[in-house]
Structures are given as structure tokens and as C-alpha cells.
């Protein structure tokens, strides 16, 4: 089993940048499917990235392409997501899960591990 646990978020002007880190304790991340969701308040959970264990697929929301990175690095047993440009939008609380099939990236329900999440605020 493994526990994922956030980081890196914060109060951020719009504009700006962030750097959420997922780290693990109990089973080694690097050998999970791990992805990227958010809760903005009022708002349904939402599919953000996510990427395999051997960052072979990557998929983004249509919403963060072209402005957030997901990465890993399995030495560190850590992923990454890199938010840059950021919107007023983007505030919410994210969060890091792990243990999905390949093919279901994007759905949250099916990933087995789940993040407490951090806050991310985007100010105007």
C-alpha cells in the first residue's frame, strides 16, 4: 500500500508559478500510475494529469495544457507537477493519487490511493 502525500502549494499571484510535489510513504511511488485531480469550492472533482510509472502515456486537461507539467522522478520516488501561468481558476485544493490501470488515467474513481491535498489560491 502506499500513502501519497502533497506538497508546494501556496498563495500565488495570477500569472505566477507553483511546483506541487507527491511524495509516498509505505510502498515505493515509482511504481504507481499516479495523477494529478482538483476540488475548486462549489465544484466537482476534476481531472487535472497524470502519467504511468514509466512516464510511457502522459494525458492533460484541455484546461492546464500547455501550462502544467506533470513529471517524476523515480530515484526521488516523487512526481511532480509543474503550474505555470496560472489563473484565477486554477484555485483549489489538489490533490495526488496513485494505483490507476493504464487506460483510465483520467478517472478519478479508479485510483486506489489518494493525497490529503494542497492548497493552491490564485490572487488577482
Known amino acids: 500500500q502506499v500513502q501519497p502525500v502533497e506538497s508546494g502549494g501556496g498563495l500565488v499571484q495570477a500569472g505566477g508559478s507553483l511546483r506541487l510535489s507527491c511524495a509516498a510513504s509505505?510502498?515505493?511511488?515509482?511504481?504507481?500510475?499516479t495523477g494529478w485531480f482538483r476540488r475548486a469550492p462549489g465544484k466537482e472533482r476534476e481531472f487535472v494529469a497524470a502519467?504511468?510509472?514509466?512516464?510511457?502515456?502522459?494525458y492533460y486537461a484541455d484546461s492546464v495544457k500547455g501550462r502544467f507539467t506533470i513529471s517524476r522522478d523515480n530515484a526521488k520516488n516523487t512526481v511532480y507537477l509543474q503550474m505555470n501561468s496560472l489563473k484565477l481558476d486554477d484555485t483549489a485544493v489538489y490533490y495526488c493519487?496513485?494505483?490507476?490501470?493504464?487506460?483510465?488515467?483520467?478517472?478519478?474513481?479508479?485510483?486506489?490511493?489518494w493525497g490529503q491535498g494542497t492548497q493552491v489560491t490564485v490572487s488577482s
Open positions: 509505505g510502498r515505493t511511488l515509482s511504481s504507481y500510475n
Open positions: 502519467m504511468t510509472w514509466n512516464s510511457a502515456i502522459i
Open positions: 493519487a496513485a494505483g490507476s490501470p493504464p487506460a483510465t488515467l483520467r478517472v478519478g474513481d479508479l485510483y486506489a490511493y
